[in-house]
């Protein structure tokens, strides 16, 4: 061929693009599924997609620093003796002894409690020293019961009973042996060093009905004073609303598929499970069609980032939120001033999501002693508590925009969508049209 | 269904207290129970007219011998800690579930679930149970007079099930550290579980189990099953066992 003759510009597949080819490759070499932490990475309708309009001529707005608007939010106010109340309406989410460094936990405990908040025990059971530095700890009753005892069950100031989460709906966990140390395989009764599976069921209840006399049975021995939370994956939030109403909770708990696990296959994460923002409004009808919206409080969890995500779950219905991935961060995951020692995991920081090997540069997802000292509690935790500030703050700036004395009080109404996929989600319009997808028959 | 010989001779060492609870309701008698002190006197308690009802007993925490007079629901006797519960009659799913320590005893037949994720204590259950019997259990011991149904001691961590009678199907599915007897005939084993062979160590441990749990027979006439050990750590080879 004349040298002289041009040429196509080499091409990739839009289809077999570089991260498939790698995986692909990946597969070929080990045999085995890739599995790694973190929530759905790919681009999904999210937060980002909505605005909210701010006040005109016809809402006037709340003077920023002069004006109050309000944070609180009480939880499980149907049936518990003691509800518990928050002062913002941010909470830390499940993360487990195990899949965390003990350190992590503590510094978890430390932030919300400085914050005026809750976090929550994970899939192993609780540890003294996140009780001890947790003013209000939110106690996970899960499939597997590792590190179930009435004492904890007393000692927590509610239960979540989790049903799913929003990485992977319908699957259970597992903890690969690395991280089985001697601490968290005393704590979940297991050899040292095998890989622990987590259940994907409950062992003694089926469905909602079973599901009922469950929660009946853990209010007895709590005299009745725990809020209960039912805890799901966004799989299909209306019906799983319903039914968690239906069994009885107090609060109910969707997380959609932008929230984070520990270790869970990289197909599952990505391709189960619904968007965050797709799940809220059907939860939201749910408790609407029975009567139950402010009476069963909803938290939403997936992707909160800021308090703009913050404000915008609120004003679609959500009474709080929770969060996990990005708590994380602020307690110093992903840091890039560790990039040298990602480089060396084959990683970059920002990417980094082996969570389940227990090499975390920044001591927060291992049980390696000497990685895991490396997290100072007060400091993490004092990040912790800045960044939750800060997301309430942003979350009051809206509000006040918006002419709201509290946070609560945002609604669809203060909202548009830039897109068709998160206007039809959101049920809101379409900025700059009054079409709202799926209403009034279009 | 008469106290057996055991309870009669605690029944009359001390006096009973008896509890409607067809008048006090579930919450009523719980409430009762859940206030004793460690060290209380009142150590015997009869629960009449249970009725079949859920949570009966469940979170005791004190030494005390509570009678139940007939048959419960689910969850009777759940994460009991101490407490020495007997049931007069059967006994509904997740019998003893979560159970910490003491014992739980029932007459009759128990449904699916008995003893799941149990830490400690002994349950006897002297008629059959249902499936899932002693699903994930982390300490527990039980013994079953009769037979189990299908995956019991599935991912079983710690403990001893003992079965007098048959296992049904995916006995041991997935089991971890767990001991399981069985004296009749198992449908098949789950994942992972195989046979193993019966050391003097094990004969003396199933007598005193059995012995402990006041059912006659011959730890000869059992065979031990437990964990293969070759699905702890994931390994592509195996992908088909799961």
């Not at chain 1, 920023?64 to 939880?75: A, I, M, P, Q």
């Not at chain 2, 007993?57 to 006797?77: Q, S």
């Not at chain 2, 007897?181 to 050391?199: F, H, N, P, W």
């Amino acid at each position: 061929m004349d040298p002289n003759t041009p040429r196509t510009t080499p091409r990739k597949s839009a289809t077999f693009d570089d991260y498939t080819l790698s995986e692909i490759r990946r597969a070929a070499t080990t045999g085995i599924y890739d599995i790694r932490g973190a929530g759905a990475k790919r681009k999904l309708p999210h937060f980002d997609d909505l605005l909210f309009l701010g006040a005109s001529i016809s809402r006037y707005p709340l003077e920023g620093y002069r004006e109050k608007c309000g944070t609180n939010v009480v939880l499980g106010t149907r049936f518990a003796k003691k509800p518990i109340e928050l002062k913002i309406p941010i909470t830390i989410a499940g993360m487990s002894f195990g899949s965390l460094s003990a350190q992590a936990k503590e510094a978890l405990g430390n932030g919300a409690t400085i914050a005026g908040t809750s976090t929550t025990t994970g899939d192993g059971g609780m540890t003294p020293e996140e009780r001890g530095h947790s003013k209000t700890l939110v106690y996970q009753y899960l499939p597997s019961r590792y590190g179930m005892n009435p004492d904890d069950l007393r000692r927590a100031d509610a239960i979540e009973v989790v049903v799913g989460q929003g990485a992977k709906p319908g699957g259970g966990g597992m903890l690969l042996g690395q991280k089985i140390s001697d601490r968290v395989a005393q704590m979940r009764c297991l050899p040292k060093g095998i890989d622990q599976r987590s259940a994907c069921r409950h062992p003694d209840w089926t469905g909602p009905d079973d599901l009922e006399i469950k929660l009946h049975e853990l209010r007895e021995i709590t005299n009745w004073e725990k809020p209960i939370y039912i805890k799901v994956g966004g799989a299909r939030p209306y019906y799983d609303t319903a039914l968690a109403v239906k069994s009885g909770a107090d609060v109910v708990v969707v997380d959609g598929m932008q929230g984070g696990t520990a270790a869970t296959q990289e197909v599952f994460i990505e391709h189960v499970g619904q968007p965050t923002l797709a799940c809220i409004r059907p939860a939201v009808q749910a408790l609407q069609d029975l009567g139950m919206h402010r009476k069963v409080q909803l938290i939403v969890s997936g992707g909160i980032r800021n308090g703009a995500d913050v404000a915008k779950a609120l004003a679609l219905g959500a009474d709080a939120v929770s969060i996990g991935t990005a708590a994380l961060v602020a307690l110093g995951d992903n840091d890039p001033h560790l990039e040298e020692e990602y480089q060396k995991l084959g990683t970059t920081a920002g990417a980094y999501d082996d969570w389940h090997e227990g090499r975390d540069p920044a001591g927060i997802t291992t049980q390696n002693p000497e990685l895991a000292k490396r997290l100072d509690p007060k400091i993490a935790g004092r990040r912790l508590a800045n960044y939750l500030k800060v997301m309430t703050l942003e979350a009051q700036t809206i509000a006040r925009a918006c002419g709201k004395n509290h946070v609560h009080n945002l609604e669809p109404e203060d909202l548009v969508a830039l897109t068709v996929e998160a206007a039809a989600m959101a049920q809101v319009p379409l900025a700059g049209t009054s079409w709202i997808p799926g209403k009034g028959g279009y | 269904m008469a106290p057996r010989d055991a309870l009669a001779r605690k029944s009359n060492e001390q006096h009973m207290i008896e509890i409607d609870l067809e008048k006090e309701g579930v919450r009523g008698v719980n409430s009762r129970l859940h206030t004793l002190a460690k060290d209380t006197n009142q150590r015997h308690w009869l629960i009449k007219n249970p009725m079949g009802q859920h949570a009966i007993a469940c979170g005791l925490d004190a030494p005390i011998i509570v009678e139940v007079g007939g048959h419960a629901g689910f969850y009777c006797g759940g994460m009991n800690k101490e407490a020495e519960i007997l049931i007069h009659g059967h006994a509904g799913p997740g019998v003893a579930e979560n159970m910490m320590s003491g014992i739980v005893r029932v007459d009759g037949n128990a449904s699916q679930s008995a003893g799941a994720t149990g830490n400690g204590g002994l349950l006897v259950i002297k008629g059959d149970a249902a499936s899932r019997c002693g699903i994930s259990m982390k300490g527990i011991d039980i013994v079953v007079g009769g037979s189990v149904g299908h995956m019991s001691a599935f991912m079983a961590q710690r403990g001893h099930l003992v079965v007098c009678g048959d296992a049904g199907e995916a006995l041991g599915d997935s089991i971890y550290e767990a001991r399981l007897y069985v004296r009749g005939k198992v449908d098949s084993l789950g994942a992972d579980c195989i046979e193993k062979k019966m050391t003097d160590h094990h004969l003396a441990k199933l007598a005193r189990l059995l012995d402990k749990a006041e059912i006659k027979a011959n730890p000869k006439d059992f065979r031990r099953f437990g964990s293969a050990r070759k699905l702890y750590n994931f390994n592509i080879d195996h992908a088909d066992a799961y």
